[in-house]
């Protein structure tokens, strides 16, 4: 990862593998909530999602284009299911494709019209030829619930850890 400079370079595109670290606000009439990640995407193929809080593992998810995997560290829970239960109780469509654009920046990709909204903002050179975003805004309109994040660590085709172990003794959500 490089520094920001004044220079901005094209988005990074084309890479098989992305990686990064970050630290994100969740804001909601709870209040703010602050959280550590890590994200792994072979691009087309899975999304590791790693989150902690205040240096305890809260949970972990596995997307993959045909199902997901939720594993809740705190609750002793798990979700594993395809989008289909997900997106019954969401104002918007979910599927792989989308979380996969919604983390990689790629608004092209992103569906339009929805109730979510997103931004991208404060890119990095990655390498000698593009840039990649290190902060973002999510939105989800309907509930007022939005994710503000810092990225860094950023990694372009460079493999990541995305294996999920779900403990027996976990119990399982239905939706």
């Known amino acids: 990862f490089v520094p920001a400079d004044s220079t901005v370079l094209p988005m990074a595109t084309g890479y098989d593998w992305i990686t990064y670290r970050g630290k994100a606000d969740i804001i909601d009439t709870g209040g703010t909530r602050t959280c550590n990640f890590y994200m792994v995407n072979r691009t087309d193929s899975i999304l590791y999602l790693n989150i902690h809080a205040y240096g305890v593992e809260v949970m972990r998810a596995v997307f993959t284009p045909d199902s997901i995997t939720y594993v809740n560290k705190l ?6 299911d395809t989008y289909a239960p997900i997106n019954r109780y969401l104002p918007f469509t ?29 890119f990095a050179p990655v390498d ?18 939005e994710v503000r994040g810092k990225i860094k ?3 372009l085709n460079v493999p990541g850890v995305t294996s999920i172990r779900i403990p027996d003794k976990f119990e399982r959500i239905t939706l």
């Open 153 to 155: 660590v950023i990694r």
């Open 94 to 122: 979910v599927d792989f494709q989308t979380i996969q654009a919604l983390f990689n920046g790629n608004t092209e990709k992103l569906p339009q019209g929805q109730r979510l909204s997103y931004e991208y903002s404060a």
């Open 128 to 145: 000698s030829t593009s840039s990649f975003f290190t902060e973002f805004v999510f939105k989800e309109l309907n509930r007022v619930i």
């Open 75 to 80: 609750t002793q829970q798990y979700f594993q």
